[in-house]
């Protein structure tokens, strides 16, 4: 994604990136600071880079602006990840740490799977700065997040999740 693409706006602003196998993620950041990212079919490599380069644009945008936002991760129709394309989200992921601290109030992910959040809860015992709170539903991450923005002293969005759902459909296309 070429910079100077990526729009934030609270009316229009979804953004599908695709990688090289068929997989998918769709970013929605009509919410904000609520931004939602949809993942679909296994990861590569390419996504994941484009994926990161979305993010940090918009992180960087952000926070020339002042503005923060929580990111939900819905990850339950993701497939597993090579190790390779695990460890390149991990190495992206500390790159960016300064940044994403800077503009993220927080960030969850959502799994269907049990197994899947204890090994990520796992990892961030691991690693503290990789501390991400896992979720079963969407439902229960939009909690979290809601509270995450109040304790901030921020006012929380109205958010329809079937909006939402149906913009990380868009990714499947």
């Not at 769709?26 to 296994?42: A, E, K, N, Y």
């Not at 896992?134 to 901030?152: G, S």
């Amino acid at each position: 994604m070429p910079p100077s693409t990526l729009e934030l706006s609270t009316t229009s602003s979804l953004v599908t990136l695709r990688g090289a196998g068929d997989c998918s993620v769709v970013l929605d950041f009509r919410t904000l600071p609520i931004v939602f990212s949809t993942w679909t079919g296994v990861p590569d490599i390419a996504l994941v880079d484009a994926y990161f380069a979305a993010q940090t644009e918009a992180s960087l945008l952000l926070r020339s602006r002042g503005d923060t936002m929580v990111m939900i991760s819905d990850c339950r129709a993701m497939g597993r990840a090579t190790p390779t394309t695990r460890q390149r989200i991990a190495e992206h992921t500390v790159a960016q740490r300064d940044l994403y601290n800077q503009t993220m109030l927080g960030s969850c992910s959502v799994f269907s799977s049990a197994l899947v959040r204890g090994v990520v809860t796992a990892l961030g015992w691991l690693d503290p700065g990789m501390r991400v709170p896992t979720f079963a539903t969407l439902e229960a991450a939009l909690a979290w997040a809601n509270e995450t923005i109040v304790a901030a002293g921020l006012v929380a969005p109205r958010v329809d999740l079937g909006v939402v759902e149906r913009a990380g459909l868009t990714g499947r296309s």
